[in-house]
């Protein structure tokens, strides 16, 4: 069931992501995008959090939620950011890298002994991630270049999300994804206090904003599950491996070329995941 919810959020993570850029290359401005998305997804997961029951949940839950808010929107501005200036099927994978990083390093850390077959199974996984990012030669330029910066902090920036909301009790419900979009939105209201361009969303982009702030909830609510019911070393890589659809949807939606190694990447992050499956 973990690796069924940790996929699951992959696939939905790809689409919000895929959403949230071109909403952000079409408005030209990342803050605006980031600021009501998040807007969207709290009030989201507050609509949704009592359907999950919150029994068990106590103040750690909350302040785990806090925690993973703050590195979350600071990754999610970033990435953003990065989307903006660099092709989508280079960025998204580079972060992607990134962030199953940082949460398999966390599970080994904390004692998890997956399998010799899992172990191959998240190694291959990362090696998909990387070949992911294996764009034509056309797209070194300058904003390519620019990118990749923003692209590495933003995935420490999600790998730290996923570890930090993992460390939530069993029985808390949803309460730690509500504390975290309080905090991001929290934020996000100071920082727009500071800005002098306007946070209206073009009509025609609304759907887009909605449908990013969404599904990111919807993502991070399969994300949660999937860490409670599976170790976080894998749960990470599957989860991580979101760029396949954003991928697919960059292909057949936006017509951008994917290389071989797109392809290949893909075969292999299948295989990753029979790996772990069979584990």
Not at 92 to 107: C, F, M, N, R
Not at 143 to 170: K, Y
Request: charged share 10%; proline share 4%; hydrophobic share 60%.
């Amino acid at each position: 069931m973990a690796i069924l919810l940790a996929l699951a959020s992959a696939i939905v993570f790809g689409g919000a992501d895929f959403a949230g850029g071109i909403a952000t290359r079409r408005h030209e401005s990342t803050f605006p995008v980031v600021f009501v998305s998040q807007l969207v997804g709290f009030s989201t997961v507050v609509l949704i959090a009592p359907l999950f029951g919150f029994d068990g949940a106590g103040w750690s839950d909350l302040g785990w939620g806090a925690a993973a808010g703050v590195v979350g929107v600071l990754g999610l501005l970033l990435f953003y950011k990065a989307l903006a200036v660099g092709t989508m099927s280079i960025v998204s994978p580079i972060t992607a890298v990134v962030s199953a990083a940082v949460p398999v390093a966390v599970g080994l850390t904390r004692g998890e002994r997956p399998s010799m077959i899992a172990l191959a199974g998240i190694a291959l996984g990362l090696v998909a991630l990387t070949l992911f990012g294996g764009g034509d030669p056309s797209h070194a330029s300058n904003n390519w270049i620019r990118a990749v910066g923003p692209a590495i902090l933003a995935g420490l920036g999600f790998g730290a999300f996923f570890s930090l909301i993992s460390f939530s009790s069993q029985d808390a419900g949803l309460v730690p994804l509500v504390g975290a979009r309080f905090t991001a939105a929290s934020l996000l209201i100071v920082f727009a206090l500071g800005q002098t361009a306007p946070l209206r969303i073009p009509r025609e982009l609304r759907g887009l904003v909605v449908l990013a702030g969404v599904g990111d909830i919807a993502a991070n609510t399969l994300y949660l599950l999937a860490s409670r019911r599976g170790d976080l070393a894998i749960v990470g890589v599957i989860a991580a491996l979101y760029p396949a659809s954003t991928l697919v949807l960059a292909r057949y939606v936006l017509n951008e070329r994917l290389t071989r190694l797109h392809w290949t990447a893909i075969g292999i992050a299948s295989i990753a995941v029979v790996l772990i499956a069979r584990a």
